[in-house]
């Protein structure tokens, strides 16, 4: 971002399919989550759009039974990071200005995974995003086509 100093280690990680761990205050559960980045070029747009990963995935399929197709299921076996069964709802899709994340990753408020999400779930959670019809198409905008 021109003029604001982005932290070194926040630079060189930010990338579509990183991931990271913390606790984000729209959520239910006060407990810290993985979260993945789902921005095409993060570091060039202003707002981060990160993807909340939890383990309640018969919650999310039951909520959203009607649109299933944006709904991205893992386990470890695709991601070793993850400990169990887990789901994404591309539908809600947690935004945070670049700034204020990266005042929490300097405050050791971010725990970053050294290891990016796999390309065919980065593809998975691209095409799930464009499918849902509630996100805004400015959201969409900051997300590559599958």
Same mark, same amino acid.
């Given at each position: ?6 932290? *070194? =280690?926040?630079?060189? &990680? ?5 991931? !990271? !761990? ?11 989550? !993985?979260?993945?980045?789902? @921005? &095409?070029?993060? $570091?060039? *747009?202003?707002? +981060?759009? +990160?993807?909340?990963?939890?383990? *309640?995935?018969? #919650?999310?399929? +039951?909520?959203?039974?009607?649109? $299933? ?12 990071? +993850?400990? #169990? ?5 591309? @539908? ?8 204020? %994340?990266?005042? @929490?990753?300097?405050?050791? =408020?971010? #725990?970053? %995974?050294? =290891? ?22 400015? *959201? =969409?905008?900051?997300?590559? #086509?599958?």
């Amino acid at each position: 971002m021109a003029g604001e100093k982005i932290d *070194q =280690k926040l630079s060189l &990680s930010l990338r579509e399919g990183t991931v !990271y !761990y913390f606790a984000h205050h729209t959520l239910t559960s006060p407990d810290p989550h !993985y979260f993945i980045v789902v @921005n &095409s070029d993060p $570091l060039k *747009q202003k707002v +981060l759009l +990160l993807s909340v990963v939890t383990s *309640q995935v018969e #919650k999310v399929r +039951l909520r959203r039974k009607a649109c $299933l197709e944006t709904l991205v299921e893992m386990t470890a076996a695709d991601f070793d990071v +993850l400990t #169990k069964s887990s789901i994404v709802d591309c @539908n809600d899709l947690k935004e945070i200005a670049l700034e204020v %994340f990266n005042g @929490n990753f300097v405050a050791n =408020k971010i #725990k970053y %995974f050294a =290891k990016d999400l796999p390309a065919p779930l980065r593809k998975a959670l691209r095409k799930a995003i464009h499918a849902s019809t509630i996100l805004t198409d400015e *959201q =969409k905008a900051l997300v590559a #086509k599958p």
